[in-house]
């Protein structure tokens, strides 16, 4: 068990849904990332928080978004889905103190989205 | 471009035996950590070893040790006296010490342990 929770385990929804993924960092982890992983493009870096702030952004479609909260949870807003965004979506922590961000991501268990 | 290339998908042993997966990585910076991430078939993404760049010696973690050839950009994992616990997907993985703080990842290595 690494200490970072994922909600819900699975999502089934249809074309045009949106849906909300939920993360809960280690205790004292600073920093949450999301990553998406698919078949055909393999683990994928979406967005990084760190305290709250946006802090870095990857291959992140315009119909997603997330947050940081002051409780240091996040969320992973999908929204317009389309088949294509059927995926594991795994959130990460980490304690990034300072600006190196090399501390060790520890990853929660994953949210599959399938999208019919 | 930062990119990771594992060029074995998959691989299959007998338990007991030695294994070796290869990595190798591209990235224009000098200070990175590279990591070894198993992902069994509960999809958990589990960390296996990591290695800093500005170390020279091979990092080690019980049975799994790694091959580090900072100039050749390579990074290989071994596994010695393999279990069948060991079956699952390994990925390799960088971060860099400047831009984005966000791992890259291989495209993975299957390994398959036999009984």
């Not at chain 1, 074309?15 to 683990?43: A, E, K, N």
């Not at chain 2, 998959?10 to 590279?34: F, W």
Request: net charge neutral.
């Amino acid at each position: 068990d690494s200490g970072v929770t994922q909600t819900p385990k699975h999502l089934i929804t249809a074309t045009g849904q949106r849906v909300t993924l939920r993360c809960s960092p280690r205790s004292g982890d600073l920093s949450v990332y999301w990553y998406q992983q698919s078949l055909d493009q393999g683990l994928q870096f979406l967005i990084q928080y760190y305290n709250g702030e946006e802090r870095a952004k990857g291959n992140i479609l315009e119909r997603f978004s997330a947050q940081q909260f002051p409780d240091l949870h996040s969320e992973l807003n999908l929204s317009s889905l389309e088949l294509g965004d059927s995926a594991l979506y795994f959130c990460a922590s980490s304690v990034s103190v300072g600006a190196g961000g090399t501390e060790t991501q520890y990853f929660g268990p994953g949210t599959r989205l399938l999208v019919l | 471009a930062q990119t990771v290339t594992q060029s074995q998908p998959e691989m299959s042993v007998q338990e007991a035996e030695t294994v070796t997966l290869s990595c190798t990585y591209d990235t224009s910076e000098s200070n990175y950590y590279l990591f070894w991430y198993k992902q069994p078939p509960s999809r958990q993404m589990i960390l296996v070893i990591r290695q800093e760049a500005y170390k020279q010696q091979n990092a080690t973690e019980n049975r799994f040790s790694v091959n580090f050839q900072k100039a050749a950009k390579s990074f290989s994992l071994k596994i010695s006296d393999s279990q069948l616990g060991d079956t699952a997907m390994y990925f390799c993985a960088f971060i860099t010490i400047q831009g984005a703080q966000k791992l890259v990842f291989g495209q993975g290595t299957r390994l398959t342990i036999n009984p």
